[in-house]
RNA sequence: GCCGAAGUAGCUCAGGGGUAGAGCAACGCAUUCGUAAUGCGUAGGUCGUGGGUUCGAUUCCCACCUUCGGCUCCA
């Protein structure tokens, strides 16, 4: 990621940008006047601010040094220095840098600026060579800036945190200081408060909050405890979406959580991702035999992750290519089969595809789960509900000719529309991945990839929403199409990809047999339009800052009594909600209505029935909606009909 | 996995070498109230876990676990 941008990419920065790169260079000078032996590696403006990367080993920046740099920023924005553009020849240009002089304040004696040396080199031959002065400042840097120091001064610092000097861990540890800045004060003080507003939707402690979810120590991190709050919405969404499966065609499965190795060699899945996997299963009498026999670990490992020369064959002969090398063959008396917690579903439905001879009239056929996965993600990585360990795909299988693939795709394309839509979800992107014509990481034919790429590429141009095509993204099985969803705070998840794959049914040599009566190659599609239930309800949460519309909400209904004197009513009323199917509870505490209201407020409860003396005469209800606030007295089979109808069409 | 920070009551957090404190939540009593907090009281903690230093550790030191922010990674 810290590759130089090149002089074209950089003239394409926008003034914001601009500006906050011009920023990244006032706050090393801040930090110089500081801390003058601070070593500056690298500083760009990134999507909501810049950052720049520097070693000083006398001091470790903290939090509390922010203020202090950021009044030196001020100071500095306040002596308005011009950003000057100075080009220099190479020999210059190192010469500055030896002596410290780049990055620096002034010559820096037995402190050669070693970062901006290796950055000189790492110039192509022949390209032009710049710096940019400000004040006593000079740093080595192609641009663009701004024109003086005084535009800075609109300026925070947020983050410190540690990073690699390229990204690379053995060039030793820098600190990294992260700040943001904008043109007007005003559009600085708007940033600070979405901020404060991404934390309040942060799923994480909407989570907490509202009970949907728990992660437990002791279960293991990175594994979701649905609890019954979320797992309510959970079930909402997938009846839903199993109801929209239907309409389309597909054909649910169940499959069991784990599977034999020998199944993962097939598909090329082991020990490929080893890394990324939990470990194998072994069977204790294995495991003894093992033991008996006098195995090392490294032993028991190695005939873990060996096949028999038959499947070896097997697999070489399909794909036509000595993709299993002969290294990893031992005797059969010597492998060591386990099972493995599935880290996909396709291998299972494949071989649900395949237990049966497979007609070309029956395609395409569509096989759907609830899949559950386990990976290992590194610890570092997980997060909440969008980073996890074990998680369920809203998974599908797509086996059709290579003709249908098209349709296919477009179909799955318009569940993603549907579902999103009826969500409210719809600032999204589509992202289209074609292979990279020079290399060789993607296989198979290329008049194939040409056809799948196209259907991909038109499928995502009728979704009516913006898509960029990347090549070199592809799978290296096929084209794939990623859907990024916008939040209402601006930030992007990626979720939910379709993928055409030819490798896989190579690999289990699938087959359906043609109008032609001879066995023909189907295509697989993968997709889990949402990824994951666990991320898509994350990301659902903060979409909805945890107020559910109705259909989807926990509690739909809260009965707050007024006093002990409805609540022979309020009971009455409950009784209605629980025929119609309505999730409710009843408040008949001994609090005040006000005090009721709050807390069901606080609950993101979507509907209140204020049931007083009043209401009770009359056989009605006060409603108050969370959002819309008070909606006035309606009689209470009326908003029971309009609020069945309302979950019944799934209306936000 | 790497770097940094943090972990004290269910939640949010204060404190600090002499075995802990607030607000909210919970529970009890009183109050029966009309659209975002009624009052009083009670209970609740091996101060993340395990070692070490010490007469004594929640506080200091070490290791580990977990979380957070980054880095790297994501079939």
New binding site residues.
């Given amino acids: 990621?810290?590759e130089r941008k090149t002089l074209e990419e950089r003239a394409q920065m926008t003034d914001l940008e601009r500006l906050r790169h011009s920023c990244a260079h006032v706050m090393a000078t801040a930090i110089l006047r500081l801390w003058p032996n601070a070593q500056f590696a690298y500083g760009p403006p990134?999507e909501n601010g810049f950052?720049y990367d520097f070693d000083l080993k006398e001091h470790?920046i903290?939090p509390d040094d922010f203020e202090k740099i950021e009044a030196e920023m001020r100071k500095i924005a306040k002596e308005n220095q011009r950003f000057e553009r100075i080009v220099i020849s190479r020999e210059e240009a190192r010469a500055m840098a030896e002596s410290g002089r780049l990055g620096g304040l002034a010559d820096r004696p037995g402190n050669p600026s070693r970062f901006k040396i290796d950055l000189i080199d790492k110039i192509p031959e022949g390209e032009e060579i710049s710096c940019f002065k400000n004040g006593e400042f000079i740093d080595l840097c192609a641009g663009p800036h701004v024109g003086y120091t005084s535009k800075c001064k609109n300026v925070k610092l947020?983050?410190?945190?540690?990073?690699?000097y390229?990204?690379?861990?053995s060039k030793g540890?820098l600190?990294?200081v992260?700040g943001t800045a904008f043109e007007s004060k005003e559009e600085l003080a708007q940033h600070l408060v979405q901020l404060e507003e991404a934390k309040k939707r942060?799923h994480?402690?909407l989570g907490?909050?509202l009970k949907l979810f728990h992660?437990d120590?002791d279960v293991?991190?990175?594994l979701i405890l649905w609890t019954p709050n979320g797992a309510v919405i959970r079930h909402e969404l997938q009846t839903f979406i199993s109801e929209e499966l239907r309409k389309q065609g597909y054909n649910q499965v169940f499959t069991p959580h784990i599977g034999k190795l020998a199944l993962?060699k097939t598909s090329g899945?082991?020990p490929?991702?080893k890394?990324?996997?939990f470990g194998a299963i072994v069977e204790n009498e294995a495991m003894q035999a093992c033991a008996d026999a006098g195995c090392t670990c490294a032993e028991i490992m190695q005939r873990l992750d060996a096949l028999s020369g038959k499947l070896r064959q097997q697999i070489n002969d399909r794909v036509g290519s000595e993709v299993i090398p002969e290294s990893r063959v031992l005797p059969d008396d010597k492998l060591l089969d386990g099972f493995m917690l599935k880290?996909?579903n396709?291998p299972h439905h494949i071989k649900i595809f395949d237990s049966q001879p497979r007609s070309y009239r029956d395609l395409p056929v569509r096989l759907a789960e609830f899949g559950t996965?386990y990976?290992?993600?590194?610890?570092?990585?997980?997060?909440?509900m969008t980073?996890v360990r074990g998680f369920t795909q809203d998974d599908a299988h797509l086996f059709c000719t290579e003709d249908q693939v098209a349709a296919e795709v477009l179909g799955c394309l318009s569940l993603v529309k549907v579902v999103l839509n009826t969500l409210g979800m719809n600032d999204y992107r589509v992202r289209v991945g074609l292979r990279d014509l020079d290399s060789s990481k993607f296989t198979g034919d290329p008049e194939k990839w040409d056809k799948a790429e196209d259907a991909c590429r038109q499928a995502a141009a009728t979704l009516g929403v913006p898509f960029t095509e990347e090549p070199g993204e592809a799978?290296?099985?096929g084209p794939?199409i990623d859907f990024v969803i916008k939040d209402v705070i601006g930030r992007e998840w990626?979720l939910g990809?379709v993928?055409v794959d030819y490798v896989l049914p190579v690999r289990f040599d699938l087959s359906y047999v043609g109008p032609d009566n001879r066995p023909h190659r189907p295509v697989m599609i993968?997709r889990a339009p949402f990824g994951s239930m666990e991320r898509f309800c994350g990301v659902l949460i903060e979409h909805f800052a945890g107020h559910f519309p109705a259909w989807l909400a926990p509690e739909q209904v809260r009965i707050l009594?007024?006093?002990?004197?409805?609540?022979v009513f309020a009971r009455d009323i409950a009784a209605q909600l629980q025929a119609a199917g309505i999730r409710y509870t009843l408040n008949a505490?001994?609090?005040?209505?006000?005090?009721?209201?709050?807390?069901a407020?606080?609950d993101k409860i979507p509907y209140?029935l204020?049931?007083?003396?009043?209401?009770?005469?009359s056989g009605a209800v006060?409603?108050?909606h969370?959002k819309r606030?008070?909606l006035?007295?309606t009689p209470a089979a009326e908003f029971i009909a309009n609020l069945v109808a309302e979950v019944k069409e799934r209306r936000l």
């Fill in positions: 990621m810290n990134v950052y470790r903290t947020m983050a410190v945190s540690a990073s690699f390229m990204g690379d861990e540890q600190q990294r992260y942060d994480r402690r907490k909050e992660i120590e293991g991190q990175g993962y899945h082991f490929y991702y890394e990324s996997q880290p996909m396709c996965v990976r290992w993600e590194q610890s570092g990585e997980l997060n909440g980073r799978a290296f099985y794939k990626q990809t993928q993968h009594t007024v006093s002990e004197k409805s609540e505490d001994a609090d005040k209505i006000g005090a009721k209201i709050r807390n407020q606080l209140m204020v049931l007083g003396e009043k209401e009770a005469a006060a409603v108050r969370s606030g008070d006035g007295v």
